[in-house]
T-cell receptor, first 113, second 112 residues
């Protein structure tokens, strides 16, 4: 079946602009996670959704970052007034109810110039 | 919060050799430990995982061992092949439904 999909695959933006990154989880998966991977670094947790609610937003690095999920499916991560340090690969993962395994999408590579 | 340390950061082996990657974690309440393989330009792929009620798990050429007392777990790859070359990440979580804390990754290079 279809896996997690993310769009766009690559995004180049100028410093100060806002960007939106999209994640389509595996159909039926109730949990959705956003992670960030900076060059040469491991994966850093950003936010977790269960259904449409976000019980854990502890990883969002600043109030410029926000995310929402609608219909228990698609999620959008928004970064306002982008900074060069926001350049990274943003990864989305989803998991099914009662299942431990998280499945990742291919990521969106964000470059802030 | 949880902290996961992973070693080595790079590992070079000859085709056919075994490779071992080790991770330690800090929170004794963690009970789920997955391993991911990430190839260049792709998202991480779950290759094997283990839960705290199990000491070892095998899947063909890969195996994971867990020592809860020492708070460490390891990935073992036998009969390595060039297509095993990738970055491997370990992770830990407090439950199956919570966020993963990742190690910083091991770049494995298998030479023909």
């Amino acid at each position: 079946g279809a896996g997690v999909s993310q769009s766009p695959s690559n995004k180049v933006t100028e410093k100060g602009k806002d960007v939106e990154l999209r994640c389509d989880p595996i159909s039926g998966h109730t949990a959705l996670y956003w992670y960030r991977q900076s060059l040469g670094q491991g994966l850093e947790f950003l936010i977790y959704f269960q259904g449409n609610s976000a019980p854990d937003k502890s990883g969002l690095p600043s109030d410029r970052f926000s995310a929402e999920r609608t219909g228990g499916s698609v999620s959008t991560l928004t970064i306002q007034r982008t900074q060069q340090e926001d350049s990274a690969v943003y990864l989305c993962a989803s998991s099914s109810e009662g299942v431990y395994e998280q499945y990742f999408g291919p990521g969106t590579r964000l470059t802030v110039t | 919060g949880e902290n996961v340390e992973q070693h080595p950061s790079t590992l070079s082996v000859q085709e056919g050799d075994s490779a071992v990657i080790k991770c330690t974690y800090s929170d004794s309440a963690s009970n789920y430990f997955p391993w991911y393989k990430q190839e260049l330009g792709k998202g991480p792929q779950l290759i094997i995982d283990i839960r705290s009620n199990v000491g070892e798990k095998k899947d063909q050429r890969i195996a994971v061992t867990l020592n809860k007392t020492a708070k460490h777990f390891s990935l073992h790859i036998t009969e390595t092949q060039p297509e095993d070359s990738a970055v491997y990440f370990c992770a830990a979580s407090l439950s199956g439904y919570s966020t993963l804390t990742f190690g910083k990754g091991t770049m494995l290079l298998v030479s023909p």
